[in-house]
């Protein structure tokens, strides 16, 4: 039988303790006890391990987008490192980086383009505007498409830097007041942010479409996947709508089209280019490594046309602690072989019975 109060206050709260980054670190925290799950007579369980390229900010040394004046002076400058709102235990300091994987490292100045969600065609309707990208930094609002995709459109149409935000329209639909959001209710606060990956191709950057074994050769690099565009070449960090208002606030140029308006208090210009000659600065610190990550396979034989298989899976990285993706997934899908293992070993049973 399925426990669905286990699924919560074993399986949820144990996957919920750790950040992504001290998983990988811990050599995999989560894959032993998901391993053991499938344990039994015939042990048809085991590992696998790829040795791949992973991407990690610089933890004592944040990304950061910042706003100038005409003198230089600095007028704002972004969090870098959204503040803890959550239960005590989970208030780590690195948990809170805001980074995009795969984005190089660098810094970028210019002026600032308001583009939308990055569709093509809004590309395309700043070019008939007269509004180039060319050496510009674009603004993108996410939805509608996958962030890599994007800041790589961004990239084909000039761009020197990304900076990406989630929109109070989506995300806090009810308000940006503290009791329109997180942990008042399930929307996202002023100061967080969407974190995520920008590598569009499969694979391992160093052996893309390949199985990152020792065995097989390394084909790729960093400076590969950029040339084919599966990362990008240009600078990109995610900012809190707070810090998109900082920017949407002192951005000049004509409106934006009424379908590009968003949830903030404030008309949406296109740009170029913020109010009395400020400036715009991105600064990207990250770090590659090539780690060892596993798969955790179980297998259970069927009765009939063992050769067809029926697959059940969820991935158990996160971002920092994965609450929503991919740990409330992880803990149905332990539970679900945990229930399946007892009957397998208490009656023998096999699917297809």
């Known amino acids: 039988m399925l426990n669905w109060e286990r699924i919560f206050k074993c399986n949820f709260k144990y996957e919920d303790r750790f950040e992504a980054w001290r998983r990988i670190k811990r050599r995999n925290t989560l894959a032993t006890p998901v391993y053991q799950l499938f344990l039994g007579p015939e042990r048809h369980v085991h590992t696998v391990a790829y040795d791949v390229l992973l991407s990690y900010p610089d933890f004592s040394n944040p990304n950061f987008m910042s706003i100038t004046d005409k003198d230089g002076k600095e007028v704002y400058v972004s969090e870098g490192v959204s503040p803890p709102i959550i239960p005590p235990e989970q208030n780590s300091k690195n948990a809170g980086i805001q980074w995009l994987a795969y984005s190089p490292n660098g810094t970028v100045t210019g002026d600032v383009v308001f583009c939308g969600q990055g569709y093509e065609k809004e590309f395309q309707y700043l070019l008939s505007q007269g509004i180039s990208l060319k050496g510009k930094i674009a603004l993108l609002r996410y939805g509608g498409s996958f962030r890599g995709n994007k800041v790589a459109m961004a990239q084909q149409y000039g761009a020197v830097g990304a900076i990406l ?6 995300v806090a639909p009810n308000g940006i007041s503290e009791k329109d959001v997180y942990p008042n209710t399930v929307f996202m606060p002023e100061h967080s942010v969407q974190r995520g990956t920008l590598k569009i191709g499969d694979g391992d950057v160093l052996s893309p479409l390949y199985a990152g074994k020792p065995i097989l050769w390394k084909t790729g ?3 590969k996947a950029r040339a084919d565009g599966d990362i990008p070449s240009i600078p990109a960090i995610p900012i809190s709508y ?4 900082a920017l949407l606030s002192r951005l000049g140029g004509p409106p934006a089209p009424s379908t590009w308006q968003g949830g903030l208090n404030v008309t949406y210009n296109l740009g ?8 715009t600065t991105i600064t990207i610190n990250g770090q590659y490594e090539v780690k060892q990550i596993r798969n955790v396979i179980g297998y259970i034989d069927g009765n009939e046309e063992p050769e067809r298989y029926v697959i059940l899976g969820n991935h158990y990285d996160a971002w920092t602690y994965g609450a929503l993706d991919p740990n409330s997934g992880t803990s149905i899908l332990a539970e679900v072989a945990r229930a399946i293992m007892q009957v397998v070993n208490e009656t023998g049973w096999r699917p297809g019975e």
């Open 165 to 170: 935000y989630s929109d109070p329209a989506e």
């Open 272 to 279: 170029p280019g913020l109010k009395d000659n400020m400036k």
């Open 221 to 223: 690099s960093l400076e």
């Open 242 to 245: 707070t810090s998109a208002m």
